[in-house]
């Protein structure tokens, strides 16, 4: 008696528990909730500087690009100032480490200088930091928390061409391949090998992520410079910004154009003209969408080469990123104001509009991690505000951290249900 009133008891317990979970699962609420978060639905609320997160060191005068990485839940920063790339944890809003050994920046190194470094900054999904760094150098550094070599330069690799010699400056910006695992990476303003003060042709550098060997370099005849690289997964292939030709050269009588290159023959395969404007950043969004700064934000079918839409109510960004958590591009730049307010510029993906400026004085390059919608801005001191900090009025000065610059955390009042 006793054990069949148990195995009824059970029984019961059993129905009921499975009357919750049809319940739950079953619940509108629930599934709309469940679908919000898998299609990374945007938050709501207002979005605002919540935090400022202190970097130990030299106050940050000179920096460059910053990453925020999924994998390891944290954010990169190319910090010249202190010859390093820093890292903090993007969910406790806390300083790391650095990883140090870097060129610093242009008035930092020692004479003659040969580009600064760090500036370009990627993190593969082995935990590996690639950053570029000055003398035409490329850095690898392990970012495993699990490794003996936590923060440790592992490898330098030169991606220096004879047509500059010694005088290739600094290796730029860079982006990943994963299906290739390439490493591109823009050396963008080199001088000639016979004269250090003479202007050579922009190159860029393939260089494999498994062995470190240069596999490749791509010269851009006329070019003033080269910015930004992108991996486009749908055409197998890189993109990278050319801000403009000398003379009236390249594809778009000397205005910008985005180059197409081929990470297995190490070529361009054709261009891409966004307009009479000069590049910088760019970000690939949903779809076959690229966010292109050039004389502001410009929508691109990366595809089709179309321009889609431009944004006016805010100037053009160093550093685009787009946030898969919220389906939002943000980046800092110059609003429309009189005066004009540095400002964290946010457009939404799907709609192609502009969303918002938030005001973010002193703030660089933003990046966000998708996990918690959280953005992240490096924002500088100035030698005015280091030599007297009560005139800082940067992002930072809100949380009372003045004439040393900061990492700012911008985030919504209210997460989507």
């Known amino acids: 008696m006793r054990h069949q009133f148990g195995r009824e008891l059970g029984r019961a317990a059993a129905i009921a528990i499975m009357a919750v979970v049809c319940f739950v699962i079953l619940s509108p609420t629930f599934g709309l909730a469940a679908k919000k978060k898998a299609r990374g639905e945007k ?33 990169y920063l190319a910090d010249r100032s202190n010859f390093a790339v820093d890292v903090f944890d993007g969910e406790k809003n806390v300083f790391v480490g650095r990883v140090t050994g870097f060129a610093g920046a242009s008035d930092m ?38 490794s003996s070599n936590f923060l440790k330069v592992i490898k330098s690799i ?16 860079i982006a990943y391949d994963p299906q290739d695992r390439v490493i591109v990476i823009a050396n963008n303003e080199p001088h000639t090998a016979s004269d250090a003060k003479a202007r050579g042709n922009p190159y860029a550098t393939f260089i494999s992520a498994d062995s470190y060997a240069v596999l490749g370099h791509v010269s851009f005849e006329g070019a003033t410079g080269l910015e930004q690289p992108t991996w486009i997964p749908q055409l197998h292939a890189f993109s990278i910004s050319v801000p403009g030709y000398r003379n ?3 594809s778009n009588g000397g205005n910008a154009e985005v180059a197409i290159l081929d990470p297995k023959t190490y070529k361009v395969s054709r261009t891409i003209k966004p307009g009479d404007c ?27 080469g179309q321009v889609e839409g431009k944004i006016v109510e805010i100037g053009s960004g ?19 104001q009189t005066p004009p307010v540095n400002s964290l510029g946010v457009i939404d993906a799907k709609t192609g509009k502009w969303v918002a400026n938030i005001p973010d004085p002193g703030g ?4 966000a991690l ?5 953005i992240f801005t490096p924002v500088r001191a100035t030698p005015a505000t280091v030599k007297d900090p009560s005139t800082d009025q940067t992002t930072c000065s809100k949380f009372g951290i003045r004439g040393q610059g900061c990492i700012a955390v911008f985030a919504y009042s209210k997460a989507a249900n």
């Open 248 to 250: 009236g050269g390249g």
């Open 158 to 173: 030169d991606t220096a061409i004879p047509e500059c010699g010694s005088n290739c400056d600094r290796a730029d910006e």
């Open 364 to 367: 660089r390059q933003a990046v």
């Open 370 to 374: 998708p996990g918690n919608n959280h």
């Open 109 to 146: 190194t020692p004479p003659p200088p040969n580009g600064q470094g760090p500036n370009g900054v990627v993190v593969t999904p082995t935990k590996k930091v690639w950053a570029g760094d000055g003398n035409s150098t490329v850095r690898v550094a392990d970012v495993d928390p699990k």
């Open 43 to 75: 938050p709501e609320g207002a979005l605002t500087a919540v935090k400022a997160i202190e970097i130990p060191g030299h106050p940050l005068l000179s920096s460059d690009i910053a990453w925020a990485d999924p994998g390891t839940k944290r954010i």
């Open 318 to 336: 160093d550093e685009d990123w787009y946030n898969p958590g919220d389906g939002r591009y943000y980046f800092t730049a110059n609003d429309k």
């Open 278 to 304: 000069h590049a910088s950043g760019q970000t690939l969004g949903p779809s076959d969408q690229l966010l292109l700064s050039c004389g502001g934000p410009v929508l691109l079918n990366v595809s089709s």
